[in-house]
């Protein structure tokens, strides 16, 4: 069974990508709530553990079965997490909207939630079914947001904003078939729609030219979700590439590998890194180098031809030369 979504040139032309904050941090708090973290996560396993304790205290103090409610396995309140406006869209913005959702939206939404699920704790029901839950749920996830995400926000924006760059170019020079077979597994493009398999049902669906919004998200491993339904425009989240390097940051490892005994460990990292193009700031957020030290290196791995720069938009972004491919692919 298959979602088929037919797709017009209007809907080709206004689709984007974007980045969300609240929907990482939703995500999180999902999968740090329950289940087996091997089964469910086995990729995102490093972190979770590592947050654990973060997230146990923040039980204790704040009132996350209130989010927790609103989360019913298999679907998830819309006013949580609003579809972002673009790649700049900061937790504030975000948090603001979640605080002017309509009541009656909200209700709506909530009404849903609890009919998915056996009957909540009567205290959480009461803060859910009141008219002033939108701001209740803002308060409670700008806590969890400061607690979890905010100290590590900086790398994992650094992974969502690399795999922008790298979607964004799949579809300008290699087009929709190409760009939607690279995102998932179970999505493809079939003669002017796009098909996403292992659906509940098979359905169809229209974008009706409001045209699709990407969201890269490193806690959505590694499924996907797509969102159709008014108010919000049509979205669809999906796996960042790249999501296991920033727990595990293969090319970290010990000095003793041959690249890092050629290069110094430094500049070996940062090529092996560069397996998609990436900023300065970028680099050092994912490898925990300061800013200058990645910029006197890639000067270095750039005068031996090892990588080349190009300015993309606003940012400068480095990438690996054939020669610099080579030499990290080699069996050193």
Do not use: C, K
């Not at 947050?51 to 679907?75: F, K």
Request: glycine content about 8%; cysteine-free; aromatic content about 6%.
């Amino acid at each position: 069974m298959a979602l088929r979504i037919d797709v017009r040139n209007e809907d080709l032309t206004m689709s984007r990508f974007a980045l969300s904050p609240l929907w990482e941090l939703t995500q999180a708090l999902r999968l740090l709530a329950g289940g087996p973290l091997e089964r469910d996560a086995p990729v995102l396993r490093p972190w979770l553990l590592r947050a654990r304790d973060r997230y146990r205290a923040l039980a204790r103090e704040t009132d996350l079965g209130v989010i927790g409610a609103l989360n019913p396995p298999g679907w998830g309140a819309d006013f949580l997490a609003p579809i972002p406006a673009s790649v700049h869209t900061t937790i504030g913005d975000l948090l603001a909207q979640v605080r002017s959702t309509p009541a009656g939206q909200a209700q709506r939404e909530v009404a849903t939630a609890l009919g998915r699920q056996p009957r909540v704790d009567p205290r959480v029901q009461r803060i859910l079914t009141s008219d002033r839950v939108a701001g209740y749920v803002a308060d409670v996830l700008a806590i969890a947001w400061q607690a979890l995400l905010e100290p590590e926000w900086r790398t994992l924006r650094a992974i969502l904003e690399r795999d922008v760059v790298h979607r964004a170019g799949q579809l300008v020079s290699r087009g929709w078939a190409a760009a939607l077979t690279d995102l998932h597994a179970d999505l493809s493009w079939r003669q002017g729609r796009i098909e996403l398999s292992r659906w509940p049902a098979d359905d169809n669906a229209d974008l009706g030219g409001r045209g699709l919004l990407f969201i890269p998200s490193v806690f959505i491993w590694p499924g996907v979700a797509l969102r159709l339904d008014p108010p919000w425009p049509p979205a669809l989240s999906y796996p960042a590439r790249g999501v296991s390097a920033l727990w595990e940051q293969p090319g970290r490892a010990g000095s003793g590998h041959a690249l890092h005994r050629l290069l110094g460990v430094s500049r070996a990292t940062i090529l092996l890194a560069l397996e998609d193009p990436a900023s300065t700031t970028q680099l050092a957020a994912t490898l925990g180098q300061s800013l200058g030290g990645i910029g006197d290196h890639l000067a270095v791995l750039r005068e031996a031809g090892l990588v080349a720069r190009a300015r993309s938009g606003r940012s400068v972004l480095y990438r690996r030369t054939p020669i610099g491919d080579a030499l990290a692919a080699a069996d050193l």
